[in-house]
């Protein structure tokens, strides 16, 4: 019922900056939280950050004062700017959605997940 299409990923030098896109689409009243996760080759699938609609927000230690998440609620969007990338940011992105209301009364039953975008950087 509701579809999640990342955009933004792609290959950077260290140091640089990438900015993810995600927008929600579908039977859609209001989302609670929206975020990204990523998910490097061998290991397991980590929080990386999180808004709600409240503006509440979320992030791993390894990204806090380099990445930043902002929602634009309106067109029920999550974005994440990524500065001073490192080598271990490498990993594939995805987003969900969370708490995500199809009217005033109806709630999904379960999170939404987009396909995931590739990060990789290096030199």
């Known amino acids: 019922q509701v579809q999640l299409v990342e955009s933004g990923g792609g290959l950077v030098q260290p140091g640089g900056s990438l900015r993810l896109s995600c927008a929600a689409s579908g039977s859609i009243f209001s989302i609670n939280a929206m975020g990204w996760y990523r998910q490097a080759p061998g290991k397991q699938r980590e929080l990386v950050a999180a808004?709600?609609?409240?503006?509440?927000?979320n992030y791993a230690d390894s990204v806090k004062g380099r990445f930043t998440i902002s929602r634009d609620i309106a067109k029920n969007t999550v974005y994440l700017q990524m500065n001073s990338l490192k080598p271990e940011d490498t990993a594939v992105y995805y987003c969900?959605?969370?708490?995500?209301?199809?009217?005033?009364?109806?709630?999904?039953?379960?999170?939404?997940w987009g396909q995931g975008t590739q990060v990789t950087v290096s030199s």
């Open positions: 808004k709600t609609i409240g503006g509440s927000t």
């Open positions: 969900y959605a969370a708490g995500v209301k199809t009217g005033l009364t109806t709630r999904l039953k379960n999170d939404s």
